[in-house]
């Protein structure tokens, strides 16, 4: 079974300050990485996606890859209460044309 | 583009009930997929069509659950009879080229 782990958290941290995410799979073969955010009632909606190993940058985000340990983290700099949601890593699986999903990390900015 | 569309957005119904769940995918995409989101067991894939095929159905929880795609437009999940251990928020999403998933709505069923 092919499987993506994430802490569920709550993770607090203060406004301004950088959130750190992780995200470590089993899938080795795997390509292709996403990062989701979820608020609270809402639907999943992508925010960033990487496949390369090293950083990518987008505005506030920075998703970064270590595919020898099986490693994704999002980095949100500058954090803002409105960055409050749950964060999910998704894994596109290497044999299927599925993604598997983490069960999110459930990310608090306090003002 | 109008996105994902799903119905209804909230359900309510009694154990032993049929449901049906209604998706429309955003126009052009040739994957979708229905999951199930529940506090306990976090987001589920619960089958997936590539170009109105199911390919892999490994995540429907028994028999009682079905799910049809007769056309690139429209999919139903299907629960007959249900209980209330269905209770969830049921996605669909869809996909072009089986990359970014773009996710409906939801549908939040209540089975008493």
């Known amino acids: 079974q092919k499987e993506v782990e994430q802490n569920s958290g709550p993770l607090s941290v203060p406004e301004g300050a950088i959130a750190s995410l992780n995200c470590t799979y089993s899938?080795?073969?795997?390509?292709?990485f996403f990062w989701y955010r979820q608020y609270s009632g809402k639907s999943p909606e992508l925010i960033m996606s990487?496949?390369?190993?090293g950083d990518k940058e987008d505005g506030r985000f920075t998703a970064q890859l270590n595919k020898a340990s099986q490693y994704v983290s999002l980095l949100i700099r500058d954090s803002q209460p409105s960055d409050s949601a749950t964060y999910l890593c998704a894994v596109k699986d290497s044999s299927a044309s599925k993604i598997i999903f983490g069960s999110g990390t459930r990310l608090s900015i306090r003002p | 583009d109008a996105g994902v569309i799903q119905s209804p957005r909230h359900e309510v119904t009694e154990m032993g009930q049929e449901v049906t769940l209604r998706c429309k995918p955003i126009?052009?995409?040739?994957?979708l997929f229905w999951y199930r989101q529940t506090m306990m067991r976090g987001l589920e894939l619960l089958i997936y069509f590539n170009n109105n095929v199911p390919i892999d159905d490994s995540g429907m929880p028994e028999d009682r659950f079905s799910a049809k795609m007769p056309n690139a437009s429209f999919s139903t999940l299907k629960i007959q009879p249900s209980e209330p251990r269905d209770s969830a928020v049921y996605f669909c999403?869809?996909?072009?080229?089986?990359?970014?998933?773009?996710f409906g709505p939801g549908t939040r069923l209540l089975v008493l």
């Open positions: 990487i496949y390369s190993n």
């Open positions: 899938d080795r073969g795997s390509q292709s």
């Open positions: 126009s052009g995409h040739n994957s």
């Open positions: 999403a869809s996909t072009l080229g089986e990359e970014t998933q773009y």
